[in-house]
């Protein structure tokens, strides 16, 4: 597992254009990395995932720099690469650094987790991409909420609505997220991999569509070696030894 860190615990990991910058470089040479399996993130400290965008930089952001892809390049980053994404988050998760989990194939938080889009407050509107994901991962009615209200939500009512999947006690945040990779791990290589791409695809394809291109898929995954070593290991009721082809 790579582990990237939001390292900016005085400003509770608010994501600056550097943070950006040297976010989006260590999740493309983790993705690039044949070693690294699956990529978390996090943030630094007990108190914040990501408190969002750093305001400061937003006051003097303009028309033409609002259209650049900052916030919404690193989500889409994360969505796209083949290795699955976790966000494991430790507190404040708002406006940027939500967007950002946004992009992350599965979110864990501690129980001292907030999730909130408070942008409207500020007199502008996500930037980051969350009008268009909260809805799908939440549904319209709680993206609507979300979005309008800008209220914060706790970690229990986020996983009520599916925006997280697991609540984990502070001290047992990594560890887990260490567990979850090292399942994943175990995997056939392909498996994820195309497991995540199906879903993505799907969300975007007509129901036809995306039976189809699973059929498909499932139609070249069963005629790896990786397929009949998985079903011979559990015929034999032995570990099985994936060589990813």
């Given at each position: 597992?790579?582990?990237?860190?939001?390292?900016?615990?005085?400003?509770?990991?608010a994501i600056s254009l550097d943070t950006l910058e040297?976010?989006?470089?260590?999740?493309?040479?983790?993705?690039?990395?044949d070693a690294v399996r699956v990529i978390t993130l996090?943030?630094?400290?007990?108190?914040?995932?990501?408190?969002?965008?750093?305001?400061?930089?937003?006051?003097?952001?303009?028309?033409?720099?609002?259209?650049?892809?900052?916030?919404?390049?690193?989500?889409?980053?994360?969505?796209?690469?083949?290795?699955?994404?976790?966000?494991?988050?430790?507190?404040?998760?708002?406006?940027?650094?939500?967007?950002?989990?946004?992009?992350?194939?599965?979110?864990?938080?501690?129980?001292?987790?907030?999730?909130?889009?408070?942008?409207?407050?500020?007199?502008?509107?996500?930037?980051?991409?969350?009008?268009?994901?909260?809805?799908?991962?939440?549904?319209?009615?709680?993206?609507?909420?979300?979005?309008?209200?800008?209220?914060?939500?706790?970690?229990?009512?986020?996983?009520?609505?599916?925006?997280?999947?697991?609540?984990?006690?502070?001290?047992?945040?990594?560890?887990?997220?260490?567990?979850?990779?090292?399942?994943?791990?175990?995997?056939?290589?392909?498996?994820?991999?195309?497991?995540?791409?199906?879903?993505?695809?799907?969300?975007?394809?007509?129901?036809?569509?995306?039976?189809?291109?699973?059929?498909?898929?499932?139609?070249?995954?069963?005629?790896?070696?990786?397929?009949?070593?998985?079903?011979?290991?559990?015929?034999?009721?032995?570990?099985?030894?994936?060589?990813?082809?």
């Amino acid at each position: 597992m790579a582990l990237v860190t939001i390292d900016r615990a005085d400003k509770h990991n608010a994501i600056s254009l550097d943070t950006l910058e040297e976010l989006h470089q260590a999740v493309g040479r983790a993705a690039a990395d044949d070693a690294v399996r699956v990529i978390t993130l996090t943030g630094a400290g007990d108190h914040a995932f990501a408190s969002g965008s750093d305001l400061s930089e937003v006051l003097h952001r303009d028309f033409k720099k609002a259209l650049e892809p900052i916030v919404q390049g690193l989500a889409d980053r994360l969505e796209r690469t083949p290795k699955p994404t976790i966000a494991a988050i430790n507190g404040i998760c708002m406006g940027g650094g939500l967007e950002v989990a946004l992009g992350c194939d599965l979110r864990i938080a501690t129980p001292n987790a907030r999730f909130a889009t408070p942008e409207g407050e500020l007199g502008i509107i996500p930037g980051g991409g969350a009008t268009a994901r909260l809805p799908r991962i939440v549904g319209r009615g709680w993206g609507m909420e979300m979005l309008l209200m800008g209220e914060p939500i706790d970690a229990q009512r986020a996983l009520a609505i599916g925006l997280i999947t697991r609540i984990v006690e502070p001290g047992e945040l990594l560890s887990e997220a260490r567990r979850m990779a090292g399942h994943l791990a175990n995997f056939a290589p392909f498996v994820p991999r195309t497991m995540k791409a199906m879903v993505n695809f799907g969300m975007e394809a007509s129901l036809a569509g995306a039976l189809m291109l699973e059929k498909y898929a499932q139609g070249a995954l069963v005629q790896t070696e990786d397929k009949a070593e998985g079903i011979s290991a559990f015929l034999e009721k032995r570990p099985p030894q994936f060589k990813g082809r």
